[in-house]
């Protein structure tokens, strides 16, 4: 838990410390920080809040008096020098006047002299920020990550603010239910979101607060450039190296083994329209978690760093939701290799912070990554062990075909002859899946338009309009195939 490892730091006098956090969970953790440092061992210590606008005041009491002329940065870091007693000086936002625009030498050169004075004292300046990057302070500030809450932390949060609810209103039940839904949020966003549902349905139940948590929660991803799948309409057809290969891993994501590695992800590789897109949706469904659609080229931004602090916050939430299936599509379209000569090294530091993630993380996020022109990517995104296994996703061959026309007939509740089934089979040779449910669709549609039931002559009908992509990209497809041979698996 983070207030341990702060107390251990503070208490061992180290002068400079960084968490990161959010804006909306700035005010629960300064709270939750008061509470523990008045309990440390050998004495507690008072905490200090600093922000631009108001200037440096004490902690815990009930109403914030801010020390005069405190305002400035300069002045505050003088103010915190001159003081003695044990104490923990809490800076919001402070990192701008250290980088960027706003930088002042001064100030940077201040803060530095102060944090190794500090060293022998018992006073700690903590930088509250929401991403941390300072490099000129290297070796001299820790970083740690309040994040967001556990499971655990989120049902003791709402059991004890039931039991604040008012006689004659129901308590709703802390179900799973309920905690999973609110998982991703911070304490201060559950706090607004039961707020709102109690206005507006004074009768809570528990499945009102889940559909209405989860909307709010739907809403805070789609700002992040993300998007919770739904459930796939229909499995998929064939694939049975890598259905075999993910039924392996499914006991192993639900529960780990400190002996064996956790499950990372997987990427897959094939021809546009061959159904990586579902099959991601698919391997979300069989693991039994959620998929979150990630699109890395929403998250960029002018700003120098936003794009990699965007990428960041997504990660962490995905983190605060596990176990999920973290979905990103067209991958080659974000980490091209090229393209970060063009875009002042964005895409090489995107790259970066997901790679490094991709190695630190803890929590059960399966990475479902998809590319179609692998040639783009960088050699370090395809390196051994940054994924568990690479998949080629090729044309469907006879019986994967006849999977997925039988899914597609059985969907609209279309029954055809072996006989017609088979002259189907051997005329689509070179359909992709999505060329293959195209087919069954539109002839559904023709018979529809004219208000009447399906004939066999409608497929055979829409089968003599498609002109597959394999016959128009037959040379692309080829060195798709050429590199899947020597570094994909063949998901069939």
């Known amino acids: 838990?983070?207030?341990?490892?702060?107390?251990?730091?503070?208490?061992?006098?180290?002068?400079?410390?960084?968490?990161?956090?959010?804006?909306?969970?700035?005010?629960?953790?300064?709270?939750?920080?008061?509470?523990?440092?008045?309990?440390?061992?050998?004495?507690?210590?008072?905490?200090?809040?600093?922000?631009?606008?108001?200037?440096?005041?004490?902690?815990?009491?009930?109403?914030?008096?801010?020390?005069?002329?405190?305002?400035?940065?300069?002045?505050?870091?003088?103010?915190i020098e001159d003081t003695q007693d044990k104490a923990v000086y809490v800076l919001h936002n402070f990192q701008q006047f250290l980088t960027g625009q706003k930088a002042d030498p001064l100030v940077v050169a201040r803060l530095f002299n102060l944090a190794h004075k500090l060293k022998i004292t018992p006073q700690t300046i903590?930088?509250?920020?929401?991403?941390?990057?300072?490099?000129?302070?290297e070796g001299l500030i820790h970083i740690l990550d309040y994040g967001l809450p556990s499971a655990a932390v989120i049902k003791a949060f709402l059991k004890q603010l039931f039991n604040r609810f008012p006689k004659g209103i129901t308590k709703p039940h802390v179900g799973e239910k309920l905690i999973r839904s609110c998982q991703g949020l911070t304490i201060a966003e559950i706090n607004d979101a039961l707020r709102f549902t109690l206005k507006k349905y004074p009768n809570l139940n528990h499945d009102v607060l889940v559909q209405q948590v989860s909307q709010f929660k739907l809403a805070k991803l789609k700002r992040l450039g993300v998007e919770l799948s739904n459930e796939p309409d229909?499995?998929?057809?064939?694939?049975?190296?890598?259905?075999?290969?993910?039924?392996?891993?499914?006991?192993?994501?639900?529960?780990?083994?400190?002996?064996?590695?956790?499950?990372?992800?997987?990427?897959?590789?094939?021809?546009?329209?061959?159904?990586?897109?579902?099959?991601?949706?698919?391997?979300?469904?069989?693991?039994?978690?959620?998929?979150?659609?990630?699109?890395?080229?929403?998250?960029?931004?002018?700003?120098?760093?936003?794009?990699?602090?965007?990428?960041?916050?997504?990660?962490?939430?995905?983190?605060a939701i596990a176990p999920v299936c973290l979905w990103i599509d067209e991958v080659e379209k974000a980490f091209d290799a090229g393209s970060s000569t063009h875009d002042g090294g964005v895409s090489k530091g995107v790259l970066g912070t997901f790679l490094n993630w991709m190695q630190e993380k803890k929590q059960p996020v399966f990475v479902v990554a998809t590319a179609?022109?692998?040639?783009?990517?960088?050699?370090?995104?395809?390196?051994?062990?940054?994924?568990?296994?690479?998949?080629?996703?090729?044309?469907?061959?006879?019986?994967?075909?006849?999977?997925?026309?039988?899914?597609?007939?059985?969907?609209?509740?279309?029954?055809?002859?072996?006989?017609?089934?088979?002259?189907?089979?051997?005329?689509t040779e070179d359909f992709t899946g999505a060329e293959l449910a195209y087919l069954i669709t539109e002839a559904v549609t023709l018979a529809h338009a004219d208000d009447r039931k399906l004939r066999f002559k409608d497929i055979e009908t829409v089968l003599g309009e498609i002109t597959p992509q394999a016959n128009r990209d037959y040379e692309n497809i080829e060195q798709i195939r050429s590199w899947a041979r020597l570094m994909a698996r063949p998901a069939s």
């Not at 600093?50 to 020390?67: A, N, S, V």
């Not at 959620?290 to 965007?310: A, F, Q």
């Open 234 to 319: 229909v499995k998929v057809g064939g694939l049975r190296t890598l259905k075999t290969w993910l039924a392996r891993r499914k006991k192993l994501f639900a529960s780990p083994n400190k002996k064996l590695p956790q499950p990372k992800g997987v990427m897959l590789v094939g021809v546009p329209g061959c159904g990586k897109s579902l099959i991601a949706k698919n391997i979300g469904s069989e693991l039994g978690v959620p998929v979150m659609h990630l699109d890395i080229r929403s998250l960029y931004h002018s700003l120098l760093g936003e794009t990699e602090k965007n990428l960041r916050r997504v990660l962490k939430t995905a983190e």
């Open 372 to 427: 179609n022109k692998v040639n783009s990517l960088p050699p370090e995104f395809l390196r051994k062990g940054r994924f568990d296994e690479i998949f080629f996703v090729d044309l469907p061959n006879a019986s994967e075909r006849e999977d997925i026309l039988t899914i597609h007939l059985k969907k609209f509740g279309i029954n055809l002859s072996v006989e017609q089934v088979q002259m189907l089979i051997d005329k």
């Open 1 to 79: 838990m983070i207030f341990t490892e702060l107390e251990h730091f503070v208490t061992a006098n180290f002068s400079l410390l960084g968490i990161t956090c959010s804006p909306s969970s700035v005010s629960s953790f300064t709270r939750e920080l008061t509470a523990y440092t008045a309990n440390y061992p050998n004495g507690g210590y008072q905490v200090f809040f600093w922000t631009y606008d108001k200037g440096l005041g004490k902690c815990g009491q009930r109403e914030f008096k801010p020390l005069p002329n405190t305002n400035d940065p300069l002045n505050v870091l003088e103010q």
């Open 126 to 137: 903590l930088l509250l920020e929401e991403d941390i990057n300072l490099p000129m302070f």
